[in-house]
């Protein structure tokens, strides 16, 4: 039987081929008709092989989710790349709101930079910002854990088959959080793959921010991937001597954002209003606010419902947040002042 998912496992079919054939019956005529008789004749042996099936069935097993290119909840974000993946293989939830910013860096971070990478990605974490990196080591391990830290979402984007999980070290931290990739099974890493990565952790971003980075270093990609998709490309100063801080001091003089602190990200993404007391809100507040800030305008039952806490406890830590000027009402709805 025609199957999407066999025609774009299909040797051959990249995005633009299997747009085309999409809006045909699949057949392998069809499809002949559209892309020509060899890769029609590829399609073929592709569904007589039972590919799909099998690609289908060991991602259930590894509790995988497939997501095609021609499915409706297939993310807006990378429909619209010059080159969208095919089919995403998630493993948790993709991002939850458009408030995300990558967070990106060199593998072999400093110190400094490692703990301070964890602790803007946690504050932005409970401002209610996702997280999206790599899932390298280094930087961006340091952004994931930070994220977590903060109660928030965070998602990494793989460059290899979401079955051959690299790099091994991160492993345990992948399983605390959403993994995606866009190779079939079995891919194994390979450098030609990371920039592919790359472009997905830019357009789910709506800013970019390099930690720490070398002159060659692929988070500098990123970045390149980010400004060609409108995003802003934010960097962390460094020491002009440092290998590590070379590739952010020149994204800072070809005009990326200048970033010291998480009040600075939060500025560049446009959310400066509650400045410091929305990333130092803890327990039920930063809850209710962070669901606030999903939910703007949200009766108190809404905000209960998506925070577990009773009625009477948000309207209670509503007034609280009313009176550090974070939260305004009207006609008994709330958002965030």
């Not at 995300?100 to 930079?113: E, L, Y």
């Not at 928030?152 to 931290?173: C, E, K, M, W």
């Not at 600075?264 to 446009?270: F, I, K, R």
Request: glycine residues 10%; contains cysteine; negative net charge.
């Amino acid at each position: 039987m025609p199957d999407p998912l066999a025609l774009a496992l299909t040797p051959q079919i990249g995005p633009q081929r299997l747009q085309q054939a999409l809006p045909t019956d699949l057949s392998v005529e069809a499809v002949a008709d559209v892309l020509g008789p060899e890769i029609a004749a590829g399609y073929a042996r592709t569904l007589q092989s039972g590919l799909a099936e099998q690609e289908r069935a060991q991602a259930a097993r590894l509790g995988v989710r497939l997501i095609g290119l021609w499915e409706e909840d297939y993310p807006e974000v990378l429909r619209h790349l010059e080159s969208p993946p095919t089919v995403l293989y998630l493993k948790g939830e993709l991002p939850p709101s458009e408030r995300n910013i990558g967070i990106v860096g060199t593998r072999k971070a400093s110190p400094w930079a490692t703990a301070w990478t964890h602790k803007v990605a946690r504050e932005l974490a409970e401002a209610g910002i996702g997280i999206i990196s790599g899932l390298a080591l280094g930087i961006d391990a340091a952004a994931h854990k930070g994220a977590l830290d903060g109660g928030g979402y965070t998602l990494g984007v793989l460059g290899s088959a979401i079955d051959h999980f690299y790099p091994a070290q991160n492993r345990a931290l992948a399983e605390r959080m959403s993994v995606l990739s866009e190779f079939p099974l079995g891919t194994p890493p390979q450098a030609g793959l990371f920039p592919r990565r790359n472009r997905i952790v830019a357009a789910f971003s709506r800013a970019v921010l390099v930690v720490e980075a070398g002159e060659k270093s692929g988070s500098l990609i990123t970045a390149k991937f980010a400004a060609e998709l409108g995003r802003d490309v934010l960097a962390v100063p460094g020491r002009p001597g440092d290998t590590f801080s070379l590739g952010c001091n020149r994204l800072i003089q070809d005009g990326a954002g200048l970033v010291l602190n998480t009040e600075d990200v939060l500025n560049a993404l446009g959310m400066l209003a509650p400045k410091k007391q929305a990333v130092q809100l803890e327990g039920s507040e930063a809850k209710v606010y962070r669901a606030l800030l999903e939910l703007p305008e949200a009766l108190p039952d809404d905000l209960a419902q998506s925070t577990g806490l009773s009625t009477g406890e948000v309207l209670s830590v509503l007034m609280m947040l009313e009176l550090k000027g974070l939260v305004q009402s009207s006609a008994g709805r709330y958002s965030p002042a």
